[in-house]
Nanobody, 123 residues
Framework: EVQLQASGGGLVQAGGSLRLSCAVS????????IAWFRQAPGKEREGIAC????????VYSDSVKGRFTIASDNAKNTVYLQMNSLKSEDTAVYYC????????????????WGQGTLVTVSS
């Protein structure tokens, strides 16, 4: 059974930084696409970053490109999302997702999901 545990959310001021972690178990880590999605109150879930660590393939949404960085530590089976220059519009519950065949921002392309971690950016 694939399990994902997201952590690292919290309250931060606009312009600040946070790093989210997603610990993954139960799958071959390196060749699975692993993504971060987020869902703000009253909005649809949005894919923002994705990585396939075996081929260093990374993809970002326009809303976070240049501010967020996704990275993986294969030895720890953990994917990170470094978030810099945070804005109030980044406030959302952040989810990590795995078991993707390739990087995608379509939620149904991923078979396993973590429980979410809340990020609140105060202005």
């Amino acid at each position: 059974e694939v399990q994902l545990q997201a952590s690292g959310g919290g309250l931060v001021q606009a312009g600040g930084s946070l790093r989210l972690s997603c610990a993954v178990s139960g799958l071959t880590f390196g060749n699975s696409a692993i993504a971060w999605f987020r869902q703000a109150p009253g909005k649809e879930r949005e894919g923002i970053a994705c990585i396939v660590s075996d081929n260093d393939d990374t993809v970002y949404s326009d809303s976070v490109k240049g501010r967020f960085t996704i990275a993986s530590d294969n030895a720890k089976n953990t994917v990170y999302l470094q978030m810099n220059s945070l804005k109030s519009e980044d406030t959302a519950v952040y989810y990590c997702a795995a078991e993707g065949t390739y990087c995608s921002f379509i939620a149904s392309d991923f078979g396993a999901w973590g429980q979410g971690t809340l990020v609140t950016v105060s202005s």
